[in-house]
């Protein structure tokens, strides 16, 4: 018998004359009323200590420029919308071929990308990694990260955010998560900011246009 | 490299030894009172935390009691996914299989995120003999490791060690295995946790394989979730060429949908946070982005034994989001070490007899690990019932050990066990204990009991402790404050 058809056999007997309890009654997907679902996500935000900052569509370009002020090598994903980075001065940039090892990402001094939701209540937001926001190593090894939220991105909390986030699994796609920047708690639980992932996370978080 | 669990005395005794180290009491004390009161702010502010509590125990009712369709189509969606499923009924089966993947891709070194299911099975060991260096690259591992130590919480596993040791294990040990702390290093968390990221960096950006567990596995797409906080586990899941997740049985989510009442519990039930900073998932093998090879070993190593108890399979409900460890009296004041397992607490109590049997010392004493106070299961977030668990275990306990002719402890446990079950009776006879204790400061036990319970009480003089109660204690510290 392989481990496979030992281990089914055991669950078999194990659950024979069980009561097999049913999926449960559990309203999916419900919606989080905010007053200010704007507000909310970035007070959720800045409560990681992460920088947030509201800006108007056509000043997404010169808060990208302020953000990466002291960087002179960054790396963006191939699919970001070229308008983000027209106000670069003085900064190469380097778009994602899929072929930069760890190593030379580690050389960069930042990452710009965009989101895919972000979550009011608990001050997340989820990469889907589609072009615009590159392959995960992209937005894990530069130490700072850039991240460009649209409102209309903007969910309550956790269970109105799966659906916008099914096609990507579907296509089987990774998803990653980011609630503030690294931490540790680990040396008597004191929050240290900043371990392995990026050390300052920096997201701009784009007004409806008007 | 790491100390081990096997050969543990029983609770009791180690409990006993533990009680005399205070200045571990101290920092646990400090630790688990911040993390419990940081919980229940953040489960505050949730409208309806009893429902969501609600809907995680019974999707986990429903994932076991139909553990086997789930599996299937778990490994199914993972092969289709690009991944390879490996079974493995036991801890040598799994570390085999792991041993030999790591050896194909002719690696010599692993990186690994923190999991729970390979420190049960103890994969570094195995890897260890075979040649192969496991890192571990969660800081609180990390310092474990180097410290030839063991994990005694489930979230915070170095939580016994202040930063003054934890200074000094890095001056002593980091040099030995990569890139040393710098010179000067001081014990300010922040500059540890910066020798940490530079000594960890050379191993991430050059490591070939990564291991892992997974905190979920979504049967319908094929997906793993790992929850996590520091980013070592985004870089485990993502530089090397080789990710293999070792995942217990258990594990399972019908539905990515599950994810949203999973997600809201889990971080808060555990940080105490709304969200903790990272959590990545991955669906088989994504051509162009992370690991191109992708393996997963399905764990059983007693999970099917839990499986079959009707009363203590709600333990495999567990998330391990190390809760009632935070809010256990017992816990408190001897620590993860004394429970002999990766799994201590109130968990560890209900969990390693089930997985383990109880043929050890150590697996019997357990259910007996507490006062059935009640708080762990109050603050379970997939509401197990881990006080009756407990009662109910203590009865199997005693049951199982009946062969033949039945020895004096075993008749005593049976009168333990009843004991045990009312906790007004446990209170009366603690109390009654307790001025034993007192009249005889200098003895640290509670001596004979009387009767049939005299056999029990020679061997059970530990977790009564020198001159009160946890109850009676536990009421003084909280007034205290
Ligand atoms: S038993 Fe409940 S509270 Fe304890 S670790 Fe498991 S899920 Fe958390």
């Keep these: 018998m392989s481990a496979r058809d030992d281990m089914l056999a055991r669950i078999a007997a194990a659950l024979e004359g069980a009561e097999r309890t049913p999926p449960p009654d559990h309203p999916y997907g419900a919606v989080t009323p905010l007053a200010d679902v704007a507000a909310t996500f970035v007070e959720c935000v800045e409560d990681y200590r992460a920088v947030v900052e509201r800006v108007a569509p056509e000043g997404i370009a010169a808060a990208v420029a302020q953000a990466l002020s002291r960087a002179t090598r960054i790396v963006v994903p191939p699919g970001l919308p070229t308008e983000w980075l027209v106000a670069l001065d003085r900064v190469e940039v380097v778009a994602d071929d899929g072929h930069l090892s760890a190593d030379e990402l580690d050389r960069f001094d930042a990452v710009v990308t965009a989101a895919r939701v972000g979550i009011a209540v608990t001050g997340t937001i989820v990469l889907d990694h589609g072009p615009d926001q590159g392959r995960r190593a992209l937005s894990l090894v530069p130490d700072l990260h850039i991240c460009v939220v649209h409102e209309s991105q903007l969910v309550g909390d956790v269970p109105e955010s799966i659906a916008p986030l099914r096609d990507a699994v579907d296509a089987g796609r990774p998803l990653t998560w980011i609630s503030g920047p690294s931490a540790t708690s680990d040396i008597e639980l004191e929050r240290v900011e900043g371990v392995h992932g990026p050390r300052t996370l920096h997201v701009l978080l784009v007004a409806p246009t008007s | ?481």
């Design chain 2, 1 to 481: 490299m790491s100390g081990t669990f096997i050969g543990m005395p029983k609770f009791q005794t180690a409990a006993k030894e533990a009680l005399g180290n205070s200045q571990q009491r101290r920092n646990l004390q400090h630790a688990t009172h911040t993390i419990r009161e940081k919980r229940a702010r953040v489960v505050e502010e949730l409208d309806d935390w009893e429902g969501l509590r609600q809907a995680g125990a019974d999707i986990k009712d429903n994932v076991l009691s139909h553990l086997d369709t789930y599996l299937v189509q778990l490994e199914e969606s993972l092969t289709r996914a690009g991944a390879t499923v490996h079974w493995a009924g036991d801890a040598a089966e799994a570390n085999e299989i792991v041993t030999s993947l790591v050896r194909a891709t002719g690696a010599d070194e692993v990186v690994k995120v923190k999991s729970m299911a390979t420190q049960e099975i103890g994969l570094n060991e195995a890897l260890e003999e075979a040649g192969i260096a496991a890192w571990e690259t969660d800081l609180a591992e990390l310092i474990v490791q180097l410290g030839h130590d063991r994990p005694s919480h489930i979230l915070v596993p170095a939580i016994h060690r202040n930063r003054a040791e934890i200074r000094e294990i890095f001056l002593r040990e980091m040099g030995h295995v990569g890139t040393p702390p710098p010179a000067g290093l001081t014990s300010e968390p922040r500059e540890l946790a910066e020798a940490a990221r530079v000594h960890l960096r050379e191993k991430f950006l050059r490591a070939k394989v990564a291991i892992s567990g997974a905190n979920f596995a979504i049967a319908e797409t094929g997906t793993l979730v790992v929850v996590e906080s520091e980013g070592n586990g985004r870089m485990c899941l993502t530089l090397p060429e080789t990710l293999i997740s070792v995942v217990g049985i258990e594990k399972v989510l019908p539905r990515l949908e599950d994810l949203e009442v999973f997600m809201q519990l889990l971080p808060r039930s555990s940080t105490g946070e709304r969200m903790n900073p990272y959590t990545s998932t991955w669906t088989g093998i994504t051509p162009g982005d992370g690991p191109q090879q992708v393996h997963v070993v399905l764990l059983d190593n007693g999970r099917t034994d839990a499986l079959a108890d009707t009363v203590g399979r709600q333990a495999l409900r567990c998330i391990r989001c190390s809760a009632c460890l935070n809010v256990c009296p017992v816990y408190e004041r001897v620590g993860g070490h004394a429970y002999g397992s990766v799994y201590p607490g109130p968990i560890g109590a209900i969990l390693n007899p089930q997985l383990r049997g109880t043929t050890s010392e150590v697996d019997q004493s357990l259910p007996y690990a507490s006062s059935l106070c009640g708080a762990c299961g109050d603050v379970c977030p997939v509401k197990i019932e881990i006080p009756d668990l407990l009662v109910h275990l203590r009865t199997r306990v005693v049951d199982e050990h009946r062969g033949g002719m039945p020895s004096g402890e075993e008749i005593a446990m049976k009168g333990a066990a009843w004991m045990f079950s009312d906790h007004r009776r446990w209170e009366k006879a603690q109390k009654g204990a307790e001025l034993g204790g007192r009249m005889f400061r200098k003895k640290d036990t509670i001596g004979r009991l009387p009767g049939p319970l005299s056999a029990w009480s020679d061997a059970r003089d530990a977790p009564v402790p020198p001159a009160e109660s946890f109850r009676t204690w536990w009421k003084r510290e909280k007034e205290g404050q």
